[in-house]
């Protein structure tokens, strides 16, 4: 496969803390609010827990070991507040010495280290004050990033504030479907207004400290409209925009949020939460866009047939929340392939959305596809491999799209494979595999898969090809 790319165009894969380090309560660290979740039965399939997950916390120098192997130019991790910070009291030093050794082994492996600080494992405590719907946890968020930036901002350059706030806000709080399992559309708004101030505050502390790449990362969707012709289709897809793409983007970017998105949540009084100042401080300057792309979504506002498969959780198709109520809004299935997530596979939906955001958003900084990947039902065949050629059509087909978006005109300065691990895959647990590489969660074995192989050869391929 030969692509044309930008010169240093960067190649990576990522994970989270929550989903591989497991030693939940090792070195003092204390529950997160996936830990606390995860205990109460028919919360996660098989009711799987976060411990031990594929072990990294013991196993990290041979799982950078692996991406050294891959040829991989960056590794997106992220830092657990729980292992930092545990219990909301002071931090722990234990748990920070676990990112130091993490970031000295990247950088001695020639790998950039790429830090999120949030990926969703807020400290239990922090839950029990009121999570991010109380607006002091912005606060307590940025206090915790200026531990972090303590110890480690002599050695990392990128940091991202948030990963996908839109799950750590709906479906953590409007759905019930993630950590911390609450059904409260009004503290679903709050916290996605609480998390985008703590991303404003934190990003305007860092950057005072002299950090020079700072950005987040949003999973953003195009909302197709299942009949174009459709005034209330065409409807449908426009307020599934404005409260999973829009509301993320146009505070950040913009430095308000939507109009239409106001109305359509007016009954929340959602505008009571915006205190003066906070929109400029959201909108603080940014160096790159995080962009996590699996699929995009069809939208109606029409019942689905009455032979369609049982409703949909979020799960399935990410923010069906109660901003969005069943009988106005539905996803019909569309003549697609899909992954084992029940996913559709629809790579030209990546080109389409790269190429709009640049479009939209002028003066939107470079972007990176932070996150895509596809769930399957690998297989261990009997030579030990993990022939996954589903996955390796997948990553070469959205590869293939984000060349595509840089012909078209858009800024896109890297790719991250979801995931470099199989892991536990928050409320599917254990039954879901995106990893490209595999690990036997019996005895921790990890193998590379055939997808991790021909992740490599792009790699190495690109650097073959004059840009």
Known sequence: ?????????????????????????????????????????????????????????????????LMRELGLDSYRFSVSWARVKPADGPANPLGLDFYSRLVDELLGAGILPWLTLYHWDLPQAVQEKGGWANRDTAQRFLDYATVVHDTLGDRVSHWTTFNEPFCSAYLGYASGEHAPGLTEPRSALATLHHQHLAHGLAVKELRARGTQQLGITLNLTNAVPDDPDDAADLDAARRIDALWNRAFL???????????????????????????????????????????????????????????????????????????????????????PLTAMGWEINAPG??????????????????YVTENGSAWDDVVSLDGAVHDTERVAYLESHVQAVADAIAAGADVRGYFAWSLLDNFEWAWGYEKRFGIIRVDYETQQRTIKDSGHAFARLIHGSRSVAP
């Not at 240093?8 to 606390?36: C, M, P, R, V, Y």
């Not at 109460?40 to 799982?63: E, K, S």
């Not at 909108?283 to 369609?308: E, I, T």
């Open 250 to 336: 146009d505070p950040i970017f913009r430095g308000c949020y939507p109009d239409d998105l106001l109305a359509d949540v007016a009954a929340l009084d959602f505008v009571s939460l915006i205190h003066d100042g906070d929109l400029a401080t959201i909108a603080q300057p940014l160096d790159f866009l995080g962009v996590n792309y699996y699929h995009d979504d069809n939208v109606s506002a029409h019942p689905l047939p009455a032979d369609s498969p049982a409703g949909l959780r979020p799960t399935d198709k990410p923010g069906a929340s109660p901003f969005v109520a069943s009988e106005f809004v539905t996803f019909p299935p569309r003549a697609l």
């Open 1 to 65: 496969m030969s692509l044309s790319l930008p010169s240093g165009f960067l190649w990576g894969a990522a994970t989270a803390a929550a989903q591989i380090e497991g030693a939940a309560h090792e070195d003092g660290k204390l529950d997160s609010i996936w830990d606390h979740f995860a205990r109460t039965p028919g919360n996660i399939a098989n009711n799987d827990a976060l411990d031990p997950a594929v072990d990294h916390y013991h196993r990290m120098p041979a799982d950078v070991a």
């Open 350 to 367: 990546l080109t389409t959305l790269l190429v709009r955001l640049g479009d939209e958003y002028r003066g939107l900084p470079p972007m």
